[in-house]
């Protein structure tokens, strides 16, 4: 009858959108709301505000070191930071310098020898060897502790979690992913283009780190 081709045409349109979805996962978050579940009126996704951010980057912020970040809250990518620039972010909290001071003391040395194992990987790569690379979770690269450094730096008892703490966090995780992008490269091209990639988001981690470093908390991160 006239309802049971009704129901019968509604199943066949039903039936024929769920392909749609499974081909761009990336588009089946429900709606437009973010990791995080914050709804929100405009595109959302990994790639979204940066091209260069790591297409390995799960849709739901599954596989990084820290869930929450900026693509959590926000559901977009972050724009590099260009080594010394202070346009983006437009501030930064306000942390007190004996608590920077201490945290500094705490992190930098541990900080700087594993961003130096990371730049390291450069001749790795150029020698063939990428597929040896370890990925994020390796301690030698001491992401685990630029969050440290972050969390001192960038959040208080008083501010709680910044935005400015989610972007650093983004920040980490970009590199972290790219690690993981090395290793599974397939050709040293695609293994150059993560490491540069990688060496983008320390660089902008470390604009974020030295615009709070003054001249009483310490000597200021170099760039690679």
Do not use: C
């Not at 208080?156 to 490269?185: C, H, P």
Request: neutral net charge.
């Amino acid at each position: 009858d006239e309802s049971s081709l009704s129901r019968r045409h509604i199943f066949q349109r039903a039936l024929f959108a769920v392909p749609a979805l499974a081909i761009n996962p990336q588009q089946s978050i429900a709606g437009n709301f973010t990791p995080g579940g914050t709804l929100v009126d405009r595109e959302i996704g990994i790639l979204v505000g940066n091209s260069e951010a790591s297409a390995s980057r799960d849709i739901n912020n599954g596989n990084v070191l820290f869930s929450q970040d900026n693509y959590f809250k926000f559901g977009v990518a972050a724009s590099w930071i260009e080594p010394g620039t202070t346009d983006f972010p437009k501030t930064m909290p306000f942390v007190l310098s004996q608590q920077r001071y201490d945290t500094l003391k705490k992190y930098k040395a541990r900080v700087d020898a594993g961003v130096q194992a990371v730049v390291d990987l450069e001749s790795v790569i150029k020698a063939g060897n990428y597929r040896s690379i370890t990925d994020g979770d390796d301690p030698k690269y001491a992401l685990r502790p630029l969050g440290l450094l972050a969390n001192g730096f960038l959040a208080s008892e008083n501010t709680g979690t910044t935005n400015e703490l989610l972007l650093a966090r983004w920040f980490i995780n970009e590199a972290y992913l790219r690690l993981g992008d090395m290793r599974k490269a397939s050709s040293e091209a695609d293994a150059m283009s993560a490491y540069d990639a990688g060496k983008k988001s320390i660089n902008s981690y470390f604009s974020m780190m030295n615009r709070v470093i003054t001249s009483k908390v310490g000597d200021k991160f170099e760039y690679i």
